[in-house]
Structure formats: C-alpha cells, structure tokens
Nanobody, 127 residues
Framework: QVQLAEAGGGLVRPGGSLRLSCAASGGSFSGMSMGWFRQAPGKERELLAALRRQSGVPYYVDSVKGRFTISRDNAKNTVYLQMNGLKPEDTAVYYC????????????????????WGQGTQVTVSS
C-alpha cells in the first residue's frame, strides 16, 4: 500500500511563498505519476500541477502557471510544490496524489486516475 505524507502548509501573507512536500512510501516512486491538488471550502478538488511518469515535462493549470513549480526527488521519494506569489484565493487544503497507471496528458486532471492520496495540508494566504 502506497502512503503519502504531506508537509509545509501554513499561514502566509499575500505575495509570500511556501514549499510543500509529499514523501511517498510503500511503492516504486520513480514509477508513479504525481499530482498536486487543492480544495477550498465549498469548491471541488482541482488539479494544480502534475509530473507524469512518462514525461519529465510538468503540467500546470493556468491559474498557477508561472507561480507554482512541481518537482520530484526520486532519491528521497518526495515530490514538491514551490508556491510563489501567493494570493488569498490560493487558500485551500493542498493534497498530493499518486498513481502507478499510465496517464495521458489529456486525462491528467481526472481525479479518478489517482489511486493514492495524502492527508492534506492547509495553506492560508491572508494579511
């Protein structure tokens, strides 16, 4: 069973930065596609960024492109989300997710493709 452990959330002023981490165990990390999602109160969970096992090219939704960076360190079995230029509308619970399935680019935002989820970490952007 794959386990994901997230860390790095907190309270940040607008314009500030945070780096989230997600450590994976119980599986072959290099064989996993990884994604970062967030869910705000009253909103659906949405994909922000992903790294597919088939490609080293990251995927980002438009709302975070240029501000957020997804990366992975296979030696540490960890995926990161560097968040810069944070805005109040970024306030949400952030989740990492993983799948050992092959994920094509057109389906990367499909939540049902991700079999494993972290516990979530709260990010609050406020002055």
């Amino acid at each position: 069973q794959v386990q994901l452990a997230e860390a790095g959330g907190g309270l940040v002023r607008p314009g500030g930065s945070l780096r989230l981490s997600c450590a994976a165990s119980g599986g072959s990390f290099s064989g996993m596609s990884m994604g970062w999602f967030r869910q705000a109160p009253g909103k659906e969970r949405e994909l922000l960024a992903a790294l597919r096992r088939q490609s080293g090219v990251p995927y980002y939704v438009d709302s975070v492109k240029g501000r957020f960076t997804i990366s992975r360190d296979n030696a540490k079995n960890t995926v990161y989300l560097q968040m810069n230029g944070l805005k109040p509308e970024d306030t949400a619970v952030y989740y990492c997710a993983a799948t050992t399935r092959g994920v094509i680019l057109s389906q990367v935002t499909n939540l049902s493709l991700y079999d494993y989820w972290g516990q979530g970490t709260q990010v609050t952007v406020s002055s």
